[in-house]
C-alpha cells in the first residue's frame, strides 16, 4: 500500500501562533483527507483534499498531486487545536493508509 | 446523535473471551469499515465491506471477524481474545463515489 509519512512528530505551540503540519505520500492518489484526534480519542474530518486548496476557519490545507504532499495549516492557534493530526491517503476510499500522527500541544 | 455510533464505547475482557463490536450508522452509506489504532500509530484496516454481501479483508484480519447485518450495522467480533489486541478500535463509512470517510467515536478495548 500507500506509505504516508507525517512531519513534524510533535509541535508544541504558543497559543496564538501559526503552523504547518506536513503529509509526504508514496504513490498518487485519488483520496486525501486531514482528522483531528482530540483528548478524548474521537477522530474529527477537517479536509477532504485529493488536490487543491481548501480553508476552513483557522485551519487551510493544500495538496499538491504531482509532487505528492499535502500541507495543513493552523493559523491563530487555540488550546482547542491540541491534540494528534492524521493524514491519510490512497487511491479510493477502501484502500486508505493512515501516517503516525502529528501530536500538537498549543500552551496558554 | 452521532451519524457513526459504536458500542460499547469501552471494554474490558479477559484473555480467551469472545466480544463483540458493534457500529451502526445514519448516513445511508454502502460501504463499512473497521480499523485498529494502537499507541502512538495511525489506524490500521481490519476489515471493509461494499454491502451486505461483499466483506473483504483488510491489513490486519488475522483473529478477527466481522457480520454485515445490515446496510446499517457492520460488527466485528474477535473470537478468543488476546492480550495484544488491546487497541482502540473505530468503526467508519463512506459512499461509493464520494471517498470520503467518516468516522465512529471510537471503541477502547482492553484485554487483560
Known amino acids: 500500500g500507500i506509505q504516508v509519512e507525517q512531519s513534524p512528530p510533535d509541535l508544541i505551540l504558543q497559543e496564538g501562533a501559526n503552523s504547518t503540519l506536513r503529509c509526504n505520500f508514496s504513490?498518487?492518489?485519488?483520496?486525501l483527507q486531514w482528522f483531528h484526534q482530540n483528548p478524548w480519542g474521537q477522530l474529527i474530518n477537517l479536509f477532504y483534499i485529493p488536490s487543491g486548496t481548501k480553508q476552513n476557519g483557522r485551519l487551510s490545507a493544500t495538496t499538491v498531486a504531482t509532487e505528492r504532499y499535502s500541507l495543513l495549516y493552523i493559523s491563530s492557534s487555540q488550546t482547542t487545536d491540541s491534540g494528534v493530526y492524521f493524514c491519510a491517503a490512497g487511491p479510493n476510499d477502501y484502500k486508505l493508509s493512515f501516517g503516525a500522527g502529528t501530536t500538537v500541544t498549543v500552551r496558554a | 446523535d452521532a451519524d457513526v455510533t459504536q458500542t460499547p464505547r469501552n471494554r474490558i475482557t479477559k484473555t480467551g473471551k469472545r466480544i463483540m463490536l458493534e457500529c451502526s450508522q445514519t448516513k445511508g452509506h454502502d460501504r463499512m469499515y473497521w480499523y485498529r489504532q494502537d499507541p502512538g500509530l495511525g489506524l490500521r484496516l481490519i476489515y471493509y465491506?461494499?454491502?451486505?454481501?461483499?466483506?473483504n479483508k483488510g491489513e490486519i484480519s488475522d483473529g478477527y471477524s466481522v457480520s454485515r447485518q445490515a446496510q446499517a450495522k457492520f460488527s466485528l467480533s474477535l473470537e478468543s481474545a488476546i492480550p495484544n489486541q488491546t487497541a482502540l478500535y473505530f468503526c467508519?463509512?463512506?459512499?461509493?463515489?464520494?471517498?470520503?470517510?467518516?468516522f465512529g467515536q471510537g471503541t477502547r478495548l482492553t484485554v487483560v
Open positions: 465491506s461494499f454491502d451486505v454481501k461483499d466483506i
Open positions: 504513490d498518487s492518489v485519488n483520496n
Open positions: 467508519a463509512t463512506s459512499d461509493r463515489g464520494q471517498d470520503e470517510a467518516f
